[in-house]
């Protein structure tokens, strides 16, 4: 078998879908997106593809080394999204190409199906808690919301105190056991992310989310020290070597990451195996598409230490079309109790509406994420 050719599908909301055609009529599917970052990440897969025509699509070790190493440069979130789609679109194809699900591939099944969590609020989260209580009519046991607003080095308690009143309104409809996770999405500097984490811990939370940017993840040990919350981290880092620096500081609980960032199924399987060896969970991160969530389920059921799976159906970003909408069955992942099924089907698991993506690619997006700024007019962090 051998790689004739590959297609790149920019799709609302804001992701990117690539097809790779093969001389036997299989075709795999990958999600290489980087959010607000498309047209570039299009680029560097057409730039990769150049070297994969003609190959035998089946020796993705080889193939993944070769995007990776190949390169003088290497790394980062663009290169490795673009090499994630790839590699998700070659585990797709030899799935197909011997009748199993990927899981089949890795070893098999470690379970029969994954709890995940459904998002509330936006990025400015103001009545959260109906949202809550709309999402746990819905049968979801957990759900992730943002913590704050934009927020400076050292900002006003009255953010502190409204992301407290935020968070208590959630606890209240869920009641004490509903899974919340937190995200400070990185908006929160090491000042205040101490302060927060610390009045934040009233209210049992299943984890804080990026507490400080990936860059600064020396500032995770102090915080670490201010709270006993769960800390989660990793869907800005790109590689195991970024994950290795993580692990060995140990003040990290749960990573998260992403399996159209982080190289896809290949390094995704590495990475997360890795974290076992330091008694650290995972929780991959995938606000994305279901090409992305098909490739994280087919992993997540390999993995003994992921304990819950992001996934996008109804995120606030989905508005031009959901999770579902590309599917020619949607039913596939069945959510049910909290719960998502783990594909079985050969690949993937999942049949990608070619005709519906071809359409909505006539559409495109040109999603960026907005640019905030503090009351003094300096740069926030989004």
């Not at 000042?191 to 020396?218: D, G, H, T």
């Not at 800390?231 to 749960?254: C, H, N, P, Q």
């Not at 390999?302 to 999770?323: M, P, R, W």
């Amino acid at each position: 078998m051998k790689i004739t050719g590959f297609q790149l599908y920019q799709v609302p909301p804001r992701w990117l879908f690539l097809k790779i055609e093969t001389d036997q009529g299989i075709v795999g599917w990958g999600e290489p997106v980087v959010e607000g970052r498309a047209a570039t990440v299009h680029a560097a897969v057409q730039e990769l593809m150049q070297n994969l025509i003609g190959k035998d699509p089946a020796n993705i070790e080889d193939h993944w080394q070769v995007m990776y190493r190949g390169g003088f440069y290497r790394g980062g979130p663009i290169l490795m999204s673009a090499l994630a789609g790839i590699d998700q679109a070659l585990w797709d194809i030899k799935g197909k190409f011997l009748g199993v699900p990927i899981h089949q591939l890795l070893g098999g099944k470690a379970r029969d199906t994954m709890r995940v969590y459904s998002w509330i609020g936006g990025d400015r989260p103001e009545h959260v808690s109906q949202a809550a209580q709309d999402v746990i009519d819905k049968g979801f046991t957990a759900v992730k919301m943002n913590a704050t607003e934009e927020m400076g080095y050292v900002d006003s308690y009255a953010k502190i105190d409204a992301a407290v009143a935020r968070i208590a309104a959630v606890r209240t409809v869920g009641g004490p056991h509903l899974g919340i996770g937190i995200d400070f999405h990185g908006r929160v500097h090491k000042p205040m992310a101490k302060l927060l984490a610390k009045e934040l811990e009233q209210f049992r939370p299943m984890f804080i989310e990026e507490p400080v940017l990936a860059e600064n993840s020396e500032g995770l040990r102090e915080i670490a020290r201010h709270t006993s919350i769960p800390i989660a981290t990793g869907e800005r880092m790109f590689s195991r070597w970024d994950f290795k620096k993580l692990l060995t500081e140990g003040y990290v609980d749960i990573i998260q990451p992403d399996l159209s960032h982080a190289g896809g199924i290949t390094e995704c399987k590495k990475i997360i195996s890795m974290a076992e060896c330091f008694d650290v969970a995972a929780a991959p991160h995938c606000p994305l598409g279901p090409i992305a969530l098909a490739a994280c389920l087919q992993v997540d059921a390999t993995c003994h230490n992921v304990f819950i799976q992001e996934q996008s159906l109804g995120i606030h970003y989905n508005k031009a079309n959901d999770l579902l909408d590309y599917l020619a069955d949607p039913t596939v992942f069945k959510y049910e109790n909290g719960f998502a099924n783990i594909p079985d089907g050969p690949g993937l698991g999942i049949e990608i509406n070619e005709e519906y993506v071809k359409q909505r690619a006539a559409v495109g997006h040109d999603w960026h994420n907005p640019i905030w700024r503090n009351t003094d007019g300096s740069v926030a962090e989004w």
